[in-house]
T-cell receptor, first 116, second 114 residues
Framework: AQSVSQHNHHVILSEAASLELGCNYSYGGTVNLFWYVQYPGQHLQLLLKYFSGDPLVKGIKGFEAEFIKSKFSFNLRKPSVQWSDTAEYFC??????????????FGKGTKLSVIP | EAGVVQSPRYKIIEKKQPVAFWCNPI?????LYWYRQNLGQGPELLIR????????DSQLPKDRFSAERLKGVDSTLKIQPAELGDSAVYLC????????????FGPGTRLTVL
């Protein structure tokens, strides 16, 4: 069964600091990769996704993630965080069956706190 | 476009009581999911519907949990009887045929079992 590991439970940064959140998955086949974000009091929303092609994907609000197949990783990055980035971030993986994979497996999440 | 709607947003019940959660997916979305999110964890799939058919319910504890999506639109998730360990946030998500794996989540129902 596939699994997703997020290395950091809670990350605290000052505004303007750079961010990198780790995500590793365990599955040998083709996968679709996602980062979801949950702002305080709000629902989960998609930050960015990777299906194929350029392994460096850009999402909303200046976030990007790099898929490194050899490392089974999909780390999330942002060069300069803002207070409004305070949220919980979830990495998720689904199997690419070609006909639509449908089932997401989520990591446990990383809580990001940005100090003004 | 309206998002996924869930109700109630919060529910507090005593153990052994029944409880039901309701979800209205985004219009036109044929795939509907129910997830459970425990504190400090990511969401875990309970059941997936394609239209009115439950195509993956392997993670649903069938002794006390049930779900239905009778007309392929709204869905209800029920727990009877509830146990203390059922305290969690129950999330509903939907996906359209053209969305290529992007699921749209509702705000969730936070259940507290006392």
């Amino acid at each position: 069964a596939q699994s997703v590991s997020q290395h950091n439970h809670h990350v605290i940064l000052s505004e303007a600091a750079s961010l990198e959140l780790g995500c590793n998955y365990s599955y040998g086949g083709t996968v679709n990769l996602f980062w979801y974000v949950q702002y305080p009091g709000q629902h989960l929303q998609l930050l960015l996704k990777y299906f194929s092609g350029d392994p460096l994907v850009k999402g909303i609000k200046g976030f990007e993630a790099e898929f490194i197949k050899s490392k089974f990783s999909f780390n999330l990055r942002k060069p300069s965080v803002q207070w409004s980035d305070t949220a919980e971030y979830f990495c998720a993986v689904s199997l690419n069956s070609g006909a639509g994979s449908y089932q997401l497996t989520f990591g446990k999440g990383t809580k990001l706190s940005v100090i003004p | 476009e309206a998002g996924v709607v869930q109700s109630p947003r919060y529910k507090i019940i005593e153990k052994k009581q029944p409880v039901a959660f309701w979800c209205n997916p985004i219009s036109g979305h044929n795939t509907l999911y129910w997830y459970r999110q425990n504190l400090g964890q990511g969401p875990e799939l309970l059941i997936r519907y394609e239209n009115e058919e439950a195509v993956d319910d392997s993670q649903l504890p069938k002794d006390r949990f049930s779900a239905e999506r009778l007309k392929g639109v709204d869905s209800t998730l029920k727990i009877q009887p509830a146990e203390l360990g059922d305290s969690a946030v129950y999330l509903c998500a939907s996906m359209g045929r053209e969305d290529r794996d992007e699921q749209f989540f509702g705000p969730g129902t936070r259940l507290t079992v006392l």
